[in-house]
């Protein structure tokens, strides 16, 4: 079982951040279908190379699956060899929540208590834990469009010492709100945040729109904003910025104190956050060295002549014959 908290306690991922330089980065490759996206997202540094297979299919709950699903592989940069499978569904969760709560160190208000959470879905208490974990929650204000899904978090996070608001609408839940986390799963151009929902010193976490004609915030909104993303070339493609010439801060300056997450107190933040595939590095290298419930897998065949693969293909050289008059 993996500890949320003790996860986030780590801070793996700002490392990584820190390393940035060390990173041979490109934007994910992504598949597009009527549906959803299939995306593959490689990163190395120069021992592990790193590659998530993830979809995001936001019709899937209605047909009893999630909407995001994915397995990661980390191998060896200097055989090459793969060193570990794991499932990534868990632990790009965890990862997600995480590298939000990392940005939510640097950029919300220190007098950041209110959380608004849009969206209730399977990243909802992943996010309110991690980054409750940074910041010190009293108030979570809540909006899903589905109320099992409200029931479900309602549920999930009950009993926590957190002020749990249900709210009837995206603008009740915003309301007096120091941060708004928003996570919801739609294929096609939203406007969920609108300027009037606005006011100075808001931090806003926009982790839904991440593909190209995915988006939940109203575009008037970005030009209010000192907007903060991962690795631009990445969002610029499929960030709340795709549409948009806005100039954008990388975190790793952040990360490595190059500036500031906040500049003034009044200034609204955004985390324009789509998912780097950094973050899955730091997390995957984390899991392995924190593996205890690993399964060692013959993946790689382990021929006795390395040259001779073919060999593996005949029948093992028999090494005892029967008698012929046995
Ligand atoms: P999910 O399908 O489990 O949950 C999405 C929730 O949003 C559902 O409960 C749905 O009812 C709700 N919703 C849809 N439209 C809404 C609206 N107008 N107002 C309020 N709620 C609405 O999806 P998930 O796994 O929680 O992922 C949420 C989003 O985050 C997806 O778009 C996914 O692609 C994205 N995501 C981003 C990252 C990242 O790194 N940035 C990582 C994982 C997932």
Redesign the pocket.
């Known amino acids: 079982m993996i500890d949320v908290a003790a996860y986030e306690r780590h801070q793996k991922i700002e490392a990584a951040y820190q390393r940035w330089d060390d990173f041979d980065k490109s934007p994910r490759h992504a598949t597009h279908f009527e549906h959803g996206v299939i995306e593959l997202m490689p990163v190395a540094d120069a021992t592990r190379y790193a590659c998530k297979y993830v979809n995001?299919h936001?019709g899937?709950?209605q047909q009893g699956r999630?909407?995001?699903a994915a397995l990661g592989i980390l191998s060896d940069v200097a055989s090459g060899y793969p060193v570990m499978v794991s499932e990534m569904t868990l632990l790009?969760?965890l990862r997600?929540a995480a590298?939000s709560a990392m940005v939510a160190r640097h950029c919300p208000r220190p007098d950041t208590h209110t959380l608004a959470l849009?969206?209730?879905?399977?990243?909802?208490e992943f996010q309110t834990l991690a980054i409750g974990n940074e910041r010190a929650l009293r108030q979570v204000r809540f909006?899903?469009?589905?109320q099992a899904?409200i029931a479900k978090y309602a549920h999930n996070m009950g009993e926590r010492n957190l002020e749990l608001v249900p709210c009837a609408s995206?603008a009740e839940a915003v309301d007096g709100a120091d941060l708004v986390t928003i996570?919801?799963?739609?294929k096609g151009r939203?406007s969920?945040l609108t300027p009037a929902m606005l006011r100075p010193g808001l931090h806003i976490n926009a982790?839904?729109?991440?593909?190209p004609g995915?988006i939940e915030l109203d575009p008037a909104v970005l030009p209010a904003c000192d907007i903060i993303v991962e690795y631009e070339p990445q969002t610029r493609i499929e960030g709340e910025i795709q549409d948009s010439g806005l100039s954008v801060t990388e975190f790793h300056e952040i990360a490595r104190g190059q500036r500031a997450g906040r500049l003034s107190t009044d200034a609204i933040t955004l985390f324009d956050?789509?998912?780097f595939a950094l973050?899955d590095h730091a997390a995957l290298n984390w899991l392995y060295a924190n593996l205890c419930d690993a399964i060692d897998v013959d993946l790689i065949p382990a021929a006795r002549d390395p040259l001779d693969l073919f060999a593996m293909l005949q029948p093992p050289t028999p090494t005892f014959r029967r008698a012929a008059s046995f």
Do not use: W
């Open positions: 995001g936001p899937n709950p999630m909407t995001v790009t969760a997600t590298t849009v969206g209730t879905g399977a990243q909802s909006y899903d469009i589905d899904a995206i996570a919801t799963a739609v939203q969920l982790v839904g729109g991440d593909c995915k956050s789509v998912g973050e």
